[in-house]
């Protein structure tokens, strides 16, 4: 099955700096790679998507880029907030596999007020 | 709307024990999802069912089996829990299959 490896594990920035996340995975058929972000205690939620025929998307401080030479994407958050600290899951899912999600292990955001 | 609706939210159980966790989707989706959320390791698929009627294994089947009850309904059974089994349960919905996911609160087990 597919492998979806996510670096960092934690990250702490301060308020306003731009916040990097990364995740690699191994079946060249994903087409869908989406990504989640988990407040304490709650549920995951989607905050954006890509699909394997766009290189990014955007939406207001968050952005997604994907490589799929490289078989990597990545999350960009600018201009950093409290309520931007999380956690957060890449996740990537292909036919081959019944459209199934595979997530990464978790990057734990921490902004510094 | 209430989404994606699981019970209970906290359980305790002895070891050999069964229990059955319900998961409920107000959204008219066709794919259900049972997940598993360990430290360090992400968020693991159980079992799934991509419509109503079919149900296939994930990556971590064993010791479980679900039900999916009508298009609405699916539900996780545990025939006899082991401390393994100690983790916490996400249910998730999408309307087909590698769409947005919509998660559940989550059920904390504990099996002791």
């Known amino acids: 099955g597919e492998n979806v490896e996510q670096h960092p594990s934690t990250l702490s920035v301060q308020e306003g700096d731009s916040a990097v996340i990364k995740c690699t995975y191994s079946?060249?058929?994903?087409?869908?790679f989406p990504w989640y972000k988990q407040e304490l205690g709650k549920g995951p939620q989607l905050i954006i998507d890509?699909?394997?025929?766009?290189g990014e998307k955007k939406d207001q401080r968050i952005a997604v880029t994907l490589n799929k030479t490289a078989k990597h994407f990545s999350l960009h958050i600018t201009e950093t907030q409290p309520e931007d600290s999380a956690v957060y899951f890449c996740?990537?899912?292909?036919?081959?596999?019944?459209?199934?999600?595979?997530f990464g292990t978790g990057t734990s955001l921490t902004v510094i007020p | 709307n209430a989404g994606v609706t699981q019970t209970p939210k906290f359980q305790v159980l002895k070891t050999g024990q069964s229990m059955t966790l319900q998961c409920a989707q107000d959204?008219?989706?066709?794919?259900m999802y049972w997940y598993r959320q360990d430290p360090g390791m992400g968020l693991r698929l159980i079992y799934y069912?991509?419509?109503?009627?079919?149900?296939d294994k994930g990556e971590v089947p064993n010791g479980y089996n679900v039900s999916r009850l009508n298009k609405r309904e699916f539900s996780l059974r545990l025939e006899s829990a082991a401390p393994s089994q100690t983790s916490v349960y996400f249910c998730?919905?999408?309307?087909?299959?590698?769409?947005?996911?919509?998660f559940g609160q989550g059920t904390r087990l504990t099996v002791v």
């Open positions: 998730a919905s999408t309307t087909l299959p590698g769409t947005e996911a919509f």
């Open positions: 079946d060249s058929a994903s087409n869908y």
């Open positions: 890509i699909r394997s025929n766009v």
């Open positions: 996740a990537a899912s292909t036919k081959n596999t019944g459209n199934q999600f595979y």
């Open positions: 959204m008219n989706h066709n794919s």
């Open positions: 069912s991509a419509s109503e009627g079919t149900t």
